[in-house]
């Protein structure tokens, strides 16, 4: 699983926020996107018709911990208000390691422990202060997945 390294500029998105673990169930992260979706339309400004998921990792001593706060999203402009109970996310510009999962839902932590555990720590790059997230290519309502995930990423190793 080799990742495409590409530099994405800041945005902003807006969606349900929830607390969740790696060790959260797949019905949690249905949950939360079954409500999104109910009130989408609240969300004024949309770029286009892509949403979003949004990790935002709890770091102790620069690893991220298993905790994290995940939000169904969709972007948006700067400058669009923000309905009732969602949140208001910026993320940051920044470069990203991309990967494509293109298993099941159920396999879906399986990539991301690949990716955090075992790619990135054999990699020149590392894990970067910042959000990472997802966006869903194909989704899993046509019977066919693929996610990319993008996770924010600087230089380990300066070169001279």
């Known amino acids: 699983m080799e990742p495409k390294i ?3 500029k800041s945005f902003t998105a807006i ?11 797949l019905e949690e992260f249905y949950d939360l996107w079954s409500n999104f ?6 969300i004024e400004k949309r770029k286009g018709n892509l949403n979003i998921g949004i990790y935002q990792n709890k770091f102790k001593e620069g690893i991220p911990l ?9 972007i948006t402009d700067d400058d669009a208000s923000i309905p009732e109970g969602m949140n208001k996310i910026q993320i940051p510009e920044s470069d990203y390691a991309i990967f494509t999962h293109s ?10 422990k ?3 555990e075992g790619l990135l720590k054999n990699s020149d790059y590392k894990l970067a202060q910042a959000p990472s ?3 869903e290519l194909k989704s899993f309502l046509t019977g066919a997945i693929e996610i990319e995930i993008h996770v924010p990423i ?3 190793k300066v070169l001279t």
Request: glycine content about 4%; some cysteine; charged content about 25%.
């Open 6 to 8: 590409m530099h994405k």
């Open 15 to 25: 969606g349900f926020s929830r607390d969740l673990s790696i060790h959260s169930n």
């Open 37 to 42: 979706e109910k009130d989408i339309e609240k």
């Open 66 to 74: 298993e905790e994290f706060c995940y939000t169904a999203a969709a």
């Open 103 to 112: 298993d099941g839902y159920e396999t879906f932590n399986n990539t991301y």
């Open 114 to 116: 690949c990716i955090y």
């Open 133 to 135: 997230f997802t966006m």
């Open 154 to 156: 600087i230089k380990s």
